[in-house]
């Protein structure tokens, strides 16, 4: 049986090597490969990964490493989140909050991994999110400050100071 550092190395040899549009395709990969790999499972990994779907030229998606994982470094290293995911900062807009509920606006193609990064970190200002394509719905913690939410997420994201001005809320 093969380990869970082993899936992952062949998870991040596999994205590096084709061009993957959906869980199916890699899912097929890894089965030829020898791994026996349930959605859930993927679903997971990805997610550890910091694995992202962006768009293509052709209007698709296919998932793409972050910079980290796409310069040969461990996938299983032990390295801070926030150097592995900062590079989605990129892809933020912008930040509006009406009572307790925060809307980021995003390029396309980047809500989801924003959202589920926001989502893995369990900060304690914010309650979840929900994403589409290019919005998040963030959903604030009765009581929390705006200040306060915006800098958690520049905590998270350092690059958005460059976007969020904090004196703003």
Same mark, same amino acid.
Not at 29 to 40: C, I, K, M, N, W
Not at 66 to 81: I, K, L, V
Not at 114 to 138: P, R, S, V
Not at 153 to 161: G, T
């Given at each position: 049986?093969?380990?869970?550092k082993?899936? %992952?190395?062949?998870?991040?040899?596999? *994205?590096?090597?084709?061009?993957?549009?959906?869980?199916?395709?890699?899912?097929? /990969? %890894?089965?030829?490969?020898?791994?026996?790999?349930?959605?859930?499972?993927?679903?997971?990994?990805?997610?550890? /990964?910091?694995?992202?779907?962006?768009?293509?030229?052709?209007?698709?998606?296919?998932?793409?490493?972050? !910079?980290?994982?796409?310069?040969?470094?461990? !996938?299983?290293?032990?390295?801070?989140?926030t150097?592995?995911?900062?590079?989605?900062?990129?892809?933020?807009?912008? @930040?509006?909050?009406?009572?307790?509920?925060?809307? *980021?606006?995003?390029? !396309?193609?980047?809500?989801?991994?924003?959202?589920?990064?926001?989502?893995?970190q369990?900060?304690?200002?914010?309650?979840?999110?929900?994403?589409?394509?290019?919005?998040?719905? @963030?959903?604030?913690?009765?009581? *929390?400050?705006?200040?306060?939410?915006?800098?958690?997420l520049?905590? @998270?994201? !350092?690059? @958005?100071?460059?976007?969020?001005? *904090?004196?703003?809320?």
């Amino acid at each position: 049986m093969k380990t869970k550092k082993e899936r %992952l190395i062949k998870i991040v040899e596999l *994205i590096k090597k084709h061009h993957i549009e959906n869980h199916e395709h890699l899912l097929k /990969l %890894l089965d030829e490969a020898g791994y026996d790999v349930a959605q859930a499972t993927l679903s997971r990994d990805l997610n550890s /990964l910091r694995v992202v779907k962006m768009r293509d030229n052709n209007g698709g998606f296919y998932y793409h490493l972050p !910079p980290s994982q796409d310069n040969d470094e461990d !996938p299983t290293g032990n390295e801070s989140n926030t150097t592995h995911v900062n590079f989605l900062a990129d892809g933020f807009r912008s @930040l509006v909050f009406s009572g307790n509920m925060g809307v *980021i606006k995003t390029i !396309p193609g980047y809500a989801s991994s924003i959202a589920a990064i926001i989502d893995g970190q369990d900060i304690f200002e914010i309650l979840g999110t929900i994403a589409g394509d290019d919005t998040i719905l @963030l959903v604030v913690r009765e009581g *929390i400050t705006r200040r306060a939410v915006a800098s958690k997420l520049i905590e @998270l994201f !350092p690059r @958005l100071i460059n976007t969020i001005d *904090i004196t703003d809320y």
